[in-house]
């Protein structure tokens, strides 16, 4: 079953007077519980495509269907509940809000929606993201590598159908990089969900299920 579908999807951004094509006519489709690699050169359109995908941004032209709904048809407050509720993000700089504890920053997006918490769920992720000693530290404490993995468990709190990661090992060194791949990869099978993720790097790109080339803002290959 399609999770996402995106249609002749093209964003422009302007600069000055000049016009940057971001992505021209991007047409994508992602099936429940794949994972897949969107990989290109910086520049390529893939961190815009991702935000596109996530509803952070609005296209120029096309569609961005995510579990059945097209999402650019909804209004921003429809559309900030759907975020919040279907789609988890990681991103390369972990965006932990230093002030508040790990526990605190894994229960933020409960918080934002004013839904209870489920103490089993939160027990079992921590647990499975190995971090659970740490839920009263503070992200300051923590290595880069914790702080992917609470990034992870904070993305996984509201039981999102689809995980948005973007550059989430770009930040890392190359042996907890490939452990923050694995627990990602595991956490798909785990808990049935679906990952897109952006990166510039073949070698964690090859842990994918399927990997999208993107050049120049428009799709030129992908297995």
Same mark, same amino acid.
């Given at each position: ?7 002749? /999807? ?13 992505? !021209? ?24 495509? /991702? ?11 096309? !569609? ?14 429809? /559309?900030?509940?759907? !975020? ?7 991103? *390369? ?52 590598? *914790?702080? *992917? ?75």
């Amino acid at each position: 079953m399609e999770v996402v579908k995106v249609k002749d /999807l093209s964003k422009i951004y302007i600069e000055g007077y000049t016009k940057v094509m971001a992505l !021209r006519g991007v047409n994508l489709s992602v099936k429940e519980k794949e994972f897949i690699a969107i990989v290109g050169p910086s520049g390529s359109g893939k961190s815009t495509l /991702l935000n596109l995908i996530g509803g952070l941004d609005k296209p120029y032209e096309g !569609r961005v269907i995510v579990n059945n709904k097209d999402i650019y048809k909804m209004s921003d407050e429809e /559309l900030t509940i759907f !975020r919040r509720r279907e789609i988890g993000y990681i991103f *390369q700089f972990y965006n932990l809000i230093p002030s508040i504890t790990v526990k605190d920053n894994i229960l933020l997006p409960l918080e934002l929606d004013n839904r209870e918490v489920d103490s089993k769920y939160l027990d079992e992720i921590v647990s499975f993201m190995n971090i659970k000693e740490m839920l009263n530290f503070y992200p300051s404490s923590l290595s880069g590598g *914790q702080k *992917q993995r609470v990034a992870i468990a904070r993305a996984l709190i509201t039981k999102p159908s689809i995980i948005l990661a973007d550059e989430p090992t770009g930040n890392l060194d190359t042996k907890t990089a490939k452990d923050v791949i694995n627990l990602m990869k595991l956490s798909v099978l785990k808990y049935h969900q679906t990952l897109i993720m952006i990166t510039h790097d073949p070698t964690i790109a090859a842990h994918a299920d399927r990997t999208i080339n993107l050049v120049d803002g428009r799709i030129i290959g992908g297995n």
